[in-house]
């Protein structure tokens, strides 16, 4: 339920209930209508306004703010654990004038179990009680954009998804579980070592281990402050790897941009080149122009009483007798004085015809017509093409901005990457020294501690020791634990990624399958047998949105929680290969399946395959009486 | 005076004028559609004899005279005296070179009325629509092939 929540004015309801054997629930909305705000509206709800990027005013639906005060909630009702919970969380806001963000309260967050209310009072209590449901950091692997969920191949994982996977698989409890008692031992040690020095105050050895026991805690300490400056190196590798990717792929813009202005400066030579022979073509276009005319001054023309016969007509005429000497017969002069007569008044047409015949045949202007109609369409051509240059320059520049060239800013960030890099590496081998001499000391702490506690049979340090031997005894059964879990876990994923991948790639044939590293690196197995970082072999944006969700579905088929997945612009621009096997594989990608997406990703002949699993469609559309509010409507389902 | 008078080609001192510089100027200096101011005017030509368009303006704006013109412009000259005899049916040169004037100047206004309205001249189009429209016009001269 939506109350006054970004494009949703007043209350709307949408039933998000799946029925038995139907896990897909559709809603269609063109764009800017509300599919990502309710996106972030689930976000807003679970982890408030900071989940989503954006201050809570602006959140407040502008239409609501503009009447009155008012609240702006969202509020989640599901079943989790045999119980039916109901979150809401929600701002208050003051009337604002249009065109101006509204002043809004703090996020208050209300929980219902089985209809009875969570005191929850601190926000830490309230963020503690929601991380229980579903982590923040984990929820990226249960509400994705299916376009942005690409993250997972292009760089290798930092500490923050390696953390968030560990947590969606279980893992992240026991390696908490391993941490406490890791201190709860270390802590006993300390008390143990206390007690013992107290007992054998003048006892060389007691002092000797005290002393062990303090120069192990100053390696721990150390280690401690190795693990943060690893941290930040890290990150700063990282950021250096950013900073350069993001560079690079601006440096290489900046040559397209080049090699555009290059083809634009051509294409201009092009045109000037094809104006001149426009011009010089245009001495044609008078003959162009006229020739039917001249066709049928030439048809005229050879219709009409040639020259030569008009010309030896008149000279029969000049006398009255023939060639052959006899006298002309009246009726043949006659005759012949009608021929006369009627060429007198065609002979202009005789000698137009004649012109226009040696005209045709000495420029033919079909083939002139013809010719012009190629330089034009070339012109045509070239003005396209500039078209498109000039249109990717400016696309090009707007990426670019005002940047000329990045080789400079390339080098000194290489430059510090390889001083972070450094450091890491430095930090890596003192830490390593460090364990192993901790490990060595630690050894050696354990054993003369014990010798020197066998002299002391008090209550306080055999209950100590005890206490010291259990700990140790869950510290080993739970890192066993781990190192199985993890095993085990990295296995089925993997596995169950590589099947899922082979199931949507456009190209089975070529790969093998997918591998998880020990750091939860996506690693691709071809055909050939090479092993390669996903990010390292720079997969298209739509392999790298196949290669994500077949990593998201495995992590969700064998995660410790229990979530719907909601994913924001399903398809993207997938090819129709990726396009159809992704559709047909969201119904098995969670328990509940909420795919947002807008008409042009999935048309109705699309959606047939999997129809028999969407439990309800609904359509996300503009209000119609009110354009800056949309309204949800149920297309389908009960 | 016979029809064969009428069928001669046209005096070499004739003067090819326009009202319209300015639209000659901007057409072929300018825009440099055309190489030469002769080939804008046999092309103007041919619209107004097809159009039976005749300029009411007086042509004041000499081009060119038409006996310098060189061997490169015969095919224009050639248009020029055919379409010459199609524009006056008469032994009258004076009144024959102002027919010429008239229609050349006539169609011109068509064509620069449509370089106007465009900011250019759509030449297949105006090729194409020349094609349709000369069986009718063709009709109409009739008389003039006849050598009325």
Redesign the interface.
């Known amino acids: 339920m939506l109350e006054n929540f970004r494009p949703f004015c007043s209350r709307h309801t949408i039933d998000l209930s799946i029925e038995k054997g139907r896990p897909v629930i559709l809603v269609k909305a063109l764009n800017d209508v509300g599919k990502t705000s309710l996106f972030k509206a689930i976000q807003f709800c679970l982890y408030g306004s900071k989940a989503t990027g954006e201050k809570a005013f602006r959140h407040v639906n502008r239409t609501a703010c503009t009447q009155n005060d008012g609240r702006t909630f969202v509020k989640l009702t599901f079943d989790h654990e045999e119980k039916l919970y109901e979150i809401t969380r929600s701002v208050e806001f003051k009337k604002s004038p249009p065109g101006s963000f509204p002043d809004t309260s703090d996020e208050v967050l209300e929980v219902r179990v089985d209809g009875i209310p969570v005191k929850l009072e601190s926000i830490r209590e309230q963020n503690e009680y929601i991380e229980a449901i579903l982590p923040e950091d984990a929820s990226q692997f249960f509400l994705f954009d299916g376009e942005d969920i690409q993250k997972y191949t292009r760089y290798p994982p930092g500490e923050h998804v390696k953390e968030a996977i560990e947590m969606v698989l279980g893992i992240r409890e026991l390696l908490n579980a391993r941490e406490d008692i890791e201190n709860i031992s270390r802590e006993l040690k300390h008390e143990l070592d206390d007690l013992l020095v107290e007992r054998s105050k003048h006892d060389q050895e007691a002092v000797a281990v005290d002393s062990l026991g303090r120069e192990i805690a100053d390696i721990r300490k150390r280690i401690e402050e190795l693990d943060t400056r690893i941290g930040q190196a890290r990150e700063n590798v990282k950021s250096c790897d950013e900073t350069l990717i993001k560079h690079v792929a601006i440096q290489a813009k900046i040559e397209s941009r080049k090699q555009a202005e290059q083809n634009r400066d051509l294409l201009k030579e092009q045109i000037k080149t094809n104006?001149n022979k426009?011009?010089?073509f245009?001495?044609?276009?008078?003959?162009?122009?006229?020739a039917?005319?001249?066709r049928?001054?030439s048809r005229?023309g050879r219709k009409s009483v040639p020259h030569w016969k008009r010309a030896a007509i008149g000279a029969v005429l000049q006398s009255d007798f023939c060639i052959c000497d006899r006298p002309i017969d009246p009726s043949i002069r006659e005759r012949f004085e009608r021929i006369l007569d009627k060429d007198?008044?065609?002979?202009?047409?005789?000698?137009?015809g004649d012109?226009?015949t040696?005209?045709l045949f000495?420029?033919q202007p079909d083939a002139l017509?013809k010719s012009?109609?190629e330089i034009?369409a070339q012109r045509r051509d070239l003005e396209s093409n500039l078209v498109l240059q000039e249109q990717t320059m400016a696309d090009l520049n707007k990426e670019i901005g005002g940047r000329e060239d990045l080789a400079a800013d390339i080098k000194a960030a290489a430059d510090t990457r390889q001083r972070a890099a450094a450091d890491l590496e430095k930090y890596m081998v003192e830490k390593q020294a460090k364990e192993m001499d901790l490990e060595t000391k630690s050894g050696e702490y354990g054993r003369r501690q014990a010798k020197l506690a066998e002299q002391f049979t008090d209550k306080d340090i055999e209950d100590k020791k005890a206490y010291l031997r259990s700990s140790d005894a869950c510290e080993t059964a739970v890192r066993e634990a781990i190192d199985e879990l993890v095993d085990k876990s990295k296995q089925k994923v993997a596995e169950l990624a590589s099947k899922v991948f082979l199931d949507l790639t456009n190209a089975p044939t070529l790969y093998q399958g997918i591998e998880i590293t020990d750091e939860y690196e996506l690693k691709i197995k071809t055909i050939g047998g090479t092993t390669r970082p996903v990010w390292d072999q720079s997969p298209s944006a739509g392999q790298s949105q196949i290669i994500a969700t077949a990593y998201i579905a495995a992590l969700n088929r064998y995660t410790a929680r229990e979530a719907p997945v909601i994913v924001d612009t399903p398809i993207g621009r997938l090819d129709p290969i990726h396009k159809k096997n992704l559709i047909e594989y969201y119904p098995e990608i969670g328990p509940q399946v909420i795919i947002l997406y807008q008409p042009s990703e999935l048309s109705s002949e699309d959606i047939e395959p999997i129809a028999k699993y969407v439990s309800s469609e609904w359509l996300l559309e503009r209000d119609p009486h009110n354009p800056d509010a949309s309204i949800f409507r149920r297309i389908k389902g009960r | 005076m016979s029809q064969t008078e009428n069928a001669e080609p046209l005096d070499e001192n004739f003067m090819v004028r326009t009202a319209y510089p300015d639209a000659y100027q901007e057409l072929w200096q300018r825009k440099k559609l055309f190489k030469h101011q002769i080939h804008l005017f046999t092309a103007a030509l041919a619209i107004g004899i097809l159009y039976n368009a005749q300029s009411q303006k007086k042509p004041h704006h000499d081009i060119v005279r038409i006996g310098t013109l060189s061997e490169e412009h015969k095919e224009n000259k050639d248009v020029i005296n055919i379409l010459s005899q199609i524009a006056y049916v008469g032994p009258d040169k004076r009144s024959r070179g102002a027919a010429i004037l008239s229609y050349a100047d006539g169609g011109l206004e068509i064509l620069w009325k449509e370089y106007q309205a465009q900011g250019m001249l759509d030449l297949p189009r105006i090729v194409d629509e020349a094609k349709k429209k000369w069986p009718d016009r063709i009709v109409e001269l009739s008389h003039v092939f006849k050598g009325s």
Not at chain 1, 282 to 290: A, S
Not at chain 1, 344 to 352: A, C, D, I, K, T
Request: proline residues 3%.
């Open positions: 104006e426009i011009r010089e245009n001495r044609h276009l008078g003959v162009i122009l006229v039917p005319l001249l049928e001054l005229l007198l008044g065609v002979s202009s047409l005789q000698y137009l012109q226009a040696e005209l000495d420029t017509e012009l109609y034009l």
